[in-house]
């Protein structure tokens, strides 16, 4: 049977939304098997999912995105490098191997030497990308618990807006409601050529004052 959820999104499914995409950019998978993944645990469309995801939620983790995206390089870096080394070290084996039979055994014991300063070599160079790896992904964090603080302030300052827009409004009605019962006690005063003089009390209700 086919999806046909059209209820609202809750701030849960959309964290669950946003972890699914953030492990799926880690993984180096696509965001297509990250709303198809979703998409069967919310009961909701993959495409539901990616209009939500692309209009909504995105905007709010891009700095966890490039974060992401900085474990995914550092991920796929690791991987290469490992590749590299055991076709490195298998074809000086198998080289070994082959020769084994035509070299002494002190020439062996040089070629390991030369092999392992090679990788020694090899490590240092990835010892300084991963540091600079290392670094991107701390200056990530750091601004990620920024927005975290920033966005926690907002959320602050719009509460204390919407209660203070209501204290407002309760304040704008009830004068209102004075100045429309000034105009029904003006209409209600017989005119005696003088116009009636008002003053407001402590408690804000007009009373008339008579010259």
Known sequence: MATTRQDAWTEDEDLLLAEVILRHIREGSTQLKAFEE?????????AACGFRWNSLVRKKYEAAIQIAKA????????????ETFDIELSDELTKE???KQEIDSELTFDSVIRFLRKQKLYAQEIGKKYKTIEKELEEKSRELEQLKHEN??????VKYLESDYQVVNEDYKALIQIIDRARKMAFLTED???KPVFKMDSNGNLERIDK
């Not at 979703?38 to 993959?46: C, D, H, Q, S, V």
């Not at 995914?72 to 490098?81: D, F, G, I, V």
């Open 152 to 157: 926690k302030e907002l959320k602050e300052k």
């Open 192 to 194: 005696d050529n003088t």
């Open 71 to 82: 474990q995914r390089q550092k991920r796929k870096y690791y991987q290469s490098a490992k």
């Open 38 to 46: 979703i998409g069967k645990k919310l009961n909701r469309t993959p």
């Open 97 to 99: 191997s082959s020769t």
